[in-house]
């Protein structure tokens, strides 16, 4: 025959199994089932046939033609003039050679960019000896 002990587990056991299994269905009592409402597309509707229609009218042509050649202004004074201009065109066209040197690319970000790094430690003289670390080697380092 079992011992007491062993009896009384096992009706402790069954308990609490059908405490965890029956007594919230029990408990619980009638159960709400909420329907989602959907809300309904609503159909197209019917435009109205009384769309107001406006009529293309095709572009108006002018009667007044172009010329067929380039115009050319035709200033009537004193040939002084027309040195003048030459000798300005001469100018611009020693003007005009400009010779293009090849700019070799520079890149200065090593002296200006900035480094962040954190570090967390537990040990206080771990992070102090890593700063002394990096202070020999030129770093500003700070705890």
């Known amino acids: 025959m079992a ?3 062993q009896s009384r587990l096992v009706g402790t056991i069954i308990l609490v199994a ?3 299994i029956v007594l919230p269905d029990v408990l619980d009592g009638k159960k709400l089932h909420y329907k989602e409402e959907f809300a309904s597309i609503p159909i197209k509707p019917e435009l109205d046939s009384n769309v107001e229609v406006f009529e293309v009218l095709d572009p108006v042509e002018d009667q007044i033609a172009l010329p067929d050649s380039p115009v050319e202004r035709v ?4 040939g002084s003039s027309e040195t003048q201009m030459a ?4 100018k611009e066209a020693d003007k005009v050679a400009v010779v293009v040197k090849p700019v070799p690319e520079k890149n200065e970000y090593q002296d ?7 570090m ?3 040990n206080a003289d771990n992070a102090k000896s890593v700063v002394k670390d990096l202070q020999k080697r030129g770093y500003q380092a700070h705890t």
């Open 120 to 122: 967390a430690l537990k």
């Open 87 to 90: 000798s300005a065109s001469e």
């Open 18 to 20: 059908i405490g965890v």
């Open 75 to 78: 200033v009537e004074s004193g």
């Open 3 to 5: 011992s007491k002990f």
């Open 112 to 118: 200006s960019a900035w480094i962040i790094q954190l």
